[in-house]
């Protein structure tokens, strides 16, 4: 059974720091991307950052860009997202995502239950 399961939300002030984690179980992590996702309120769900499945490549979203770093350990089969110099305009629920095609070309699309990331003095 597939889990994806995030931590280290809540509440910072602008300009502070938080490091959001998502253990992953159920799949062979090192064999796929991992994406972090998220969604203010009343808006639709964006994509912040992701990582290729071996941690050489990120992508990330312009509004995010040197701010936050996406990274992973293999071996622990989590990946991170360390966010710094966070805005009021960063406050959203995050979610970690991943998804593949297997066997006969099913789809496998998973995301964990989401992270509350509140911004605010």
């Known amino acids: 059974q597939v889990q994806l399961v995030e931590s280290g939300g809540g509440l910072v002030q602008p300009g502070g720091s938080l490091r959001l984690s998502c253990a992953a179980s159920?799949?062979?992590?090192?064999?796929?991307?991992m994406h972090w996702y998220r969604q203010a309120p009343g808006k639709g769900r964006e994509l912040v950052a992701s990582?290729?499945?071996?941690?050489?490549?990120?992508n990330y979203a312009d509004p995010v860009k040197g701010r936050f770093t996406i990274s992973r350990d293999n071996v622990r089969n989590t990946v991170y997202l360390q966010m710094n110099s966070l805005k009021p305009e960063d406050t959203a629920v995050y979610y970690c995502?991943?998804?593949?095609?297997?066997?006969?070309?099913?789809?496998?699309?998973?995301w964990g239950q989401g992270t509350q990331v509140t911004v605010s003095s």
């Open positions: 995502h991943t998804a593949w095609t297997g066997w006969q070309n099913t789809k496998y699309d998973y």
């Open positions: 990582i290729t499945s071996a941690g050489g490549r990120t």
């Open positions: 159920g799949f062979t992590f090192s064999n796929v991307a």
